[in-house]
């Protein structure tokens, strides 16, 4: 079994200028094919609005996997349960296997924080919530054999600081230090407490299953020694607790080199910020990881210098797993 996430970053019909759908597939269709996902965690699916239909439609997505055996997959799409499916930023997960459970976590279990900005302009006397981007999905997937696989799909907060209101001069340019500085801590304040909500969602599923069969995958806007990945894998050195060892998740990307470690070239950098995490029951199983990053650029060289990109600057990460006929992962 292949499971592999991928941002594939503002897919959707209403494309950045310069930048046409038709090309968008031509680059983008070939990384989905090498990839050869069983399932597919996706980020960034713009939601379209199609003449007729209700509400906005996954049309650009549809165009991209028409002809490919991801156009038969069962999908989860974030807002589909309720009907309002986002105009930028869903996530979708894509299974050739059945899927059995579907459910969204957005302030389920953590609610939104109040916070008062200290430098929003003119000043405000009264709290406001600090809510979460977008939801987490939680796909329970049928395997062969009848055991359930959990597949977590999300996409945190990235390092951009919030708008404070009355401190920006323009969509990258703040009015004050102090104001980007609140933003910043905002914006980190968002990504920790999403992660600390799939805890307790992961926490959960082994309350109810010690050995459930569990994959995190997504974009966490964060390398492994930072504060989300930390909590979301809750490393038994951490909890300081043996008997809680069970309820940890191991990113998988330590099977591979450091110098092939990352999913995303930043200003220079090597950044590794779209994880496969697994619990010990799919670990018995893990055989490899791939990460797709023999043709990434540099984003900010990209975004400053590469007229109408139309692939993506994140690399496509894959596990593979020996899941046998029966479905027995552990």
């Known amino acids: 079994m292949r499971i592999a996430t991928f941002n594939i970053e503002h897919l959707g019909l209403g494309q950045a200028q310069g930048v046409t759908l038709d090309s968008r597939i031509e680059a983008l269709r070939p990384v989905l094919e090498r990839v050869d996902a069983d399932v597919l965690c996706l980020q960034e699916v713009d939601g379209d609005k199609v003449p007729g239909a209700a509400g906005r439609q996954l049309a650009a997505l549809d165009r991209l996997v028409s ?122 304040l968002k990504r920790s407490a999403q992660a600390l909500e799939i805890r307790l969602a992961i926490d959960a599923i082994f309350d109810a299953d010690p050995a459930a069969l569990l994959i995190l995958a997504g974009d966490c806007n964060a390398e492994a020694h930072e504060v989300p990945l930390t909590i979301l894998t809750a490393a038994e050195e951490n909890t300081g607790n043996g008997t809680l060892a069970g309820r940890s998740l191991v990113d998988l990307a330590r099977s591979i080199p450091e110098d092939r470690r990352f999913s995303v070239l930043h200003h220079g950098r090597a950044l590794m910020l779209d994880h496969v995490l697994a619990s010990r029951g799919m670990l018995a199983k893990f055989r490899a990881l791939e990460i797709h990053n023999e043709a990434l650029g540099d984003e900010l060289v990209t975004f400053g210098k590469v007229h109408a990109s139309p692939g993506s600057t994140h690399a496509p990460v894959v596990a593979v797993f020996d899941i046998d006929p029966d479905g027995q992962a552990a």
């Not at 986002?86 to 957005?106: C, K, Q």
């Not at 109040?114 to 049928?142: H, K, M, N, W």
């Open 67 to 188: 002809g490919t055996p991801y156009e038969s997959f069962e999908r989860h799409v974030s807002g589909a349960t309720d009907g309002h499916v986002a105009d930028v930023h869903n996530l979708v997960t894509l299974s050739r296997f059945p899927i059995a459970g579907r459910r969204e976590i957005r302030h389920a279990l953590v609610p939104p924080v109040s916070y008062r900005a200290v430098t929003q302009q003119p000043p405000s006397s009264s709290a406001e919530p600090v809510r979460f981007d977008r939801p987490a999905l939680c796909t329970e997937i049928g395997l062969p054999g009848g055991r359930r696989l959990h597949v977590l799909n999300l996409h945190l907060r990235a390092p951009l600081a919030v708008p404070i209101p009355g401190q920006k001069a323009g969509p990258f340019v703040w009015q004050t230090a102090a104001g980007w500085a609140e933003g910043f801590f905002l914006a980190a």
